[in-house]
């Protein structure tokens, strides 16, 4: 099990920068992979970024260029740090880590945060 606790979020003015903070109940460095998904109001939950457990680090075409993530293992935090913001990012940012285990066949476990609300407005 794996509780997740995200924090950072609020309102901001396009063009502005957030960073928000993932916090798990567990040490991260023996999560596969942490990462961050948002959903919008009346649309689907959408995958943003994830970071592996060797640092390896994906993101989707939407925030590529304009966001990071990262994690601090002694912390047990991921982050997410959001510059350039547009009002199209206005969304409830969750947390998620993905955990892999053998026993003995692949079998992946998902555990979700609460989200955290970002909007981007003037």
């Known amino acids: 099990q794996v509780q997740l606790v995200e924090s950072g979020g609020g309102l901001v003015q396009p063009g502005g920068s957030l960073r928000l903070s993932c916090v798990a109940s567990?040490?991260?460095?023996?999560?596969?992979?942490m990462g961050w998904y948002r959903q919008a109001p009346g649309k689907q939950r959408e995958w943003v970024a994830r970071?592996?457990?060797?640092?390896?680090?994906n993101y989707a075409d939407s925030v590529k260029g304009r966001s990071t993530i990262s994690r601090d293992n002694a912390k047990n935090t991921v982050y997410l740090q959001m510059n350039s913001l547009k009002a199209e990012d206005t969304a409830v940012y969750y947390c998620?880590?993905?955990?892999?285990?053998?026993?003995?066949?692949?079998?992946?476990?998902?555990?979700w945060g609460q989200g955290t609300q970002v909007t981007v407005s003037s």
């Open positions: 998620n880590a993905l955990v892999v285990a053998y026993i003995p066949k692949r079998v992946e476990y998902e555990y």
């Open positions: 567990r040490s991260i460095g023996s999560i596969n992979a």
């Open positions: 970071i592996w457990s060797d640092g390896g680090t």
